[in-house]
Structure formats: C-alpha cells, structure tokens
C-alpha cells in the first residue's frame, strides 16, 4: 500500500490542470493524484482523455467530500468558492491548498481563516511568487533591518497585459457576480502579496480605478493607489492590463539605503549612516551619506507552484512552517478590497478595511452589471501566465 498523500484537485480549469499535470509527473514526491472535481462535463471528459485513466472523477463538491477519495485538496475553481470549498474540505478533515486570491471580499475569508484554525489540517495558499530567491532576500533585507526604517515604497506591476480574447474565454471572467473584480482580484494578488509581505500593510490608502478603461469589461483594468504607513512612511502602487510593454519594479527607501527589484534583478545601496541622522546634523547644505552599492547574493531560481505545493507537502508531513500559510491570503486582499472601496467611495479607506461595507458596495456592483456572457467550453493554457 503506497504512503503517498492522496490528492485531490477541484476545479480543473487553466491553473486546476496546471496543477494535476506537474502532479502527475512526480514532480512533488510523495504526493498522488487520485481525484478531481468540475462542475463542468467537458472539463472532466478533457481530464479522463488527458491526465489518466485511474483518476476518480466527480462533478460536485459533495459527491467528492463524500467519497473520502483524498487526504488533501488543491483549490483551482473560480474565486467566489474558494472559501466555501475550503470550509468544507475542513470540516471534511481534508488539508487545503488555495489558489489565489483567497476569496473576494475580506469577511468571507475571515471565515475561512477560522475555519482553518479550528481543524488541525494545514492551509496553505498559492502565493508562488514567494519562492523566488530575490523576493526572499529583499524581504531579509528589510526584516534584518540593513535597509533601516521604510520611508517610501514605489511598485509598478503592468507586466500583467491582457488581449480582449482573454477576458471573452469564459462566462465567468471580467464580472463583478463571476470574479469579484478585475486586475486586482485576478493578477494582482501575486503582486500585492510581494508589496505587503516584503513592506508590511500600510494604515489606509487612497485609490483611483478605472473600470474597462482598456477593454471591453465591466471591472477595473487600471489602478494607481497612494498609501500611507503608521511610521510616516508613503506607498505607491500603479497596476494595469492594457499596457504594454509593462514594467515590475518595486523601490523600497529606506534610512539606510535603497533597494530596487527590476527584470529579475536586486539592487542594493547601503547608507553609510542614517539618512535621517545626517539630514537633521550636517552643516554644509549640499552634502550626502556617503552610500555603497553593494553586491547581493541570490540562491538558485525558486520553483514557483511546484515549490509552493511541496512546502505544503513537507508541512503536512513534518508540521514544519509554512512558506505561503493559507491565513495570509487576507492580508493582499485587505489591499484589493480598500482600492476598490476607495474607488467606489471616492474617499480614503482605512485598513483594515471595513468588511460589512466593502461587501455591501460589491453587492451593488453585482445587482448592477448587465453583462450577459456566453459560456465557453474551452480553456487557455496559463503555463506562460506568470512571471
């Protein structure tokens, strides 16, 4: 009898079949997939036809909890059912890998999150970005404080171009009823989750969304957000779909020095002091901290998902700390929530971001839309989606 983890997958769609074919290769030891779960037949007839014979398939939730087919579930299905399919596969007992981003609207994941703390199972969320070694060393470098304190943060994040082709591939896409949002909800989460967990979560933040400024779509396509932090320090976020080609970079100024990472690269000048120190006593006006640009080690390039899904894996097995817990998910989305409330109320918005009244201003939008999408049966391959 084989000790490996029995894996389910539901929601086989782009990431969903991502996920079931680098499982399939054994390219996270230990782990089998066995199961997986679509509401939709020709996602299910693809995955018979194209992953393997053996694979037990279901087309609801409850036909695939009931089985007690798997030990843990990756969830890959549209953002709205994410926490519910969490919840269940919780009180299922059932360990929970999420895609991004956890949910839609903070209060939703909140209940996720206790959800997850009452069990004894481990959740875990996609947040791949977390394994490449650059974003790891610059959130050392903050946390070490060689940076010292943040003074300013800048990041751009419009390399996440999107054709109209794109947003017409399924029913679900581009709708505040079927994604909750736009860039910020779909390729944002990534982006947002390297902001907040390299510079930690600013106090409120003021933002400007534009709502099918390039495309053909009723959510926001363009964002340019201002933030404040509680030590005085200041935040810039600019992210779009319709731009190309697009920049990611983010700045981080701090009291002893700056860091930049561009194109797969990190900068780093060091203060020799203070800056603050040296502003308030040098006597001669035109002086600066004498400033060293310093060379950085990097470790080998990180494994994206399949990094992710094995930290998750050794988790279960070894209880060791997660690199992505499933409990962060709702740190990037206290981001996406207060943008699209400070949009919607042309007002600041504090963090955390005020839940009864973000979700009251999404249900609006829902009741709203008129957007009537036709469903389509195929799917697009997202292997070259991320970056």
Same mark, same amino acid.
């Given at each position: 009898?084989?000790?490996? !983890?029995?894996?389910?997958? $539901?929601?086989?769609?782009?990431?969903?079949?991502?996920?079931?074919?680098?499982?399939?290769?054994?390219?996270?030891?230990?782990?089998?997939?066995?199961?997986?779960?679509?509401?939709?037949?020709?996602?299910?007839?693809?995955?018979?036809?194209?992953?393997?014979?053996?694979?037990?398939?279901?087309?609801?939730?409850?036909?695939?909890?009931?089985?007690?087919?798997?030990?843990?579930?990756? $969830?890959?299905?549209?953002?709205?059912?994410?926490?519910?399919?969490?919840?269940?596969? /919780? %009180?299922?007992? !059932?360990?929970?890998?999420?895609?991004?981003?956890?949910?839609?609207?903070?209060?939703?994941?909140?209940?996720?999150?206790?959800?997850?703390?009452?069990?004894?199972?481990?959740?875990?969320?996609?947040?791949?970005?977390?394994?490449?070694?650059?974003?790891?060393?610059?959130? +050392?470098?903050?946390?070490?404080?060689?940076?010292?304190?943040?003074? =300013?943060?800048?990041?751009?994040?419009?390399?996440?171009?999107?054709?109209?082709?794109?947003?017409?591939?399924?029913?679900?896409?581009?709708?505040?009823?079927?994604?909750?949002?736009?860039?910020?909800?779909?390729?944002?989460?990534?982006?947002?989750?390297?902001?907040?967990?390299?510079?930690?979560?600013?106090?409120?933040?003021?933002? /400007?969304?534009?709502?099918?400024?390039?495309?053909?779509?009723?959510?926001?396509?363009?964002?340019?957000?201002?933030?404040?932090?509680?030590?005085?320090?200041?935040?810039? /976020?600019?992210?779009?779909?319709?731009?190309?080609?697009?920049?990611?970079?983010?700045?981080?100024?701090?009291?002893?020095?700056?860091?930049?990472?561009?194109?797969?690269?990190?900068? /780093?000048?060091?203060?020799?002091?203070?800056?603050?120190?040296?502003? =308030?006593?040098?006597?001669?006006?035109?002086?600066?901290?004498?400033?060293?640009?310093?060379?950085?080690?990097?470790?080998?390039?990180?494994?994206?998902?399949?990094?992710?899904?094995?930290?998750?894996? =050794?988790?279960?097995?070894?209880?060791?700390?997660?690199?992505?817990?499933?409990?962060?998910?709702?740190?990037?989305? %206290?981001?996406?929530?207060?943008?699209?409330?400070?949009?919607?109320?042309?007002?600041?918005?504090?963090?955390?971001?005020? +839940?009864?009244?973000?979700?009251?201003?999404?249900?609006?939008?829902?009741?709203?839309?008129?957007?009537?999408?036709?469903?389509?049966?195929?799917?697009?391959?997202? %292997?070259?989606?991320?970056?």
């Amino acid at each position: 009898m084989s000790d490996n !983890l029995r894996m389910g997958i $539901i929601g086989i769609g782009g990431m969903g079949s991502h996920h079931a074919r680098y499982l399939l290769r054994g390219d996270v030891p230990g782990a089998e997939l066995v199961a997986v779960c679509d509401t939709n037949p020709d996602r299910l007839e693809w995955a018979r036809e194209n992953l393997s014979e053996s694979l037990q398939t279901f087309d609801n939730g409850n036909a695939f909890f009931a089985a007690k087919a798997v030990d843990a579930v990756m $969830i890959a299905t549209p953002h709205y059912f994410h926490p519910p399919y969490a919840i269940q596969a /919780f %009180e299922n007992g !059932l360990h929970v890998l999420s895609e991004k981003p956890a949910g839609v609207y903070t209060r939703q994941v909140r209940e996720m999150n206790e959800a997850a703390a009452k069990s004894d199972r481990v959740f875990g969320i996609m947040f791949q970005m977390r394994t490449n070694p650059i974003v790891k060393k610059i959130k +050392e470098l903050i946390d070490s404080g060689e940076l010292g304190e943040i003074r =300013r943060t800048n990041m751009y994040a419009t390399r996440w171009f999107r054709a109209q082709s794109y947003y017409d591939s399924g029913g679900w896409r581009a709708t505040w009823g079927g994604e909750g949002g736009g860039v910020l909800l779909n390729q944002c989460p990534h982006s947002l989750d390297f902001w907040q967990w390299t510079c930690g979560l600013p106090k409120r933040l003021r933002a /400007f969304c534009y709502f099918g400024k390039y495309h053909n779509i009723e959510v926001e396509d363009d964002v340019t957000a201002y933030a404040e932090y509680e030590n005085g320090a200041t935040g810039l /976020f600019i992210t779009s779909t319709g731009e190309s080609p697009g920049t990611d970079r983010l700045e981080v100024d701090g009291d002893r020095g700056k860091v930049i990472v561009e194109d797969g690269t990190l900068k /780093f000048w060091q203060t020799r002091e203070s800056v603050d120190k040296f502003l =308030r006593e040098y006597k001669r006006g035109f002086g600066e901290p004498e400033c060293w640009k310093c060379e950085v080690p990097i470790g080998p390039r990180g494994e994206d998902h399949v990094g992710i899904t094995k930290d998750w894996l =050794r988790a279960i097995r070894t209880g060791s700390k997660l690199l992505a817990p499933g409990e962060d998910g709702i740190r990037s989305l %206290e981001l996406s929530n207060a943008m699209l409330l400070s949009a919607w109320t042309n007002d600041w918005v504090d963090i955390p971001v005020d +839940e009864e009244l973000f979700y009251q201003h999404l249900q609006e939008q829902v009741k709203a839309s008129s957007v009537r999408k036709k469903e389509t049966s195929g799917t697009l391959d997202v %292997e070259d989606s991320w970056h």
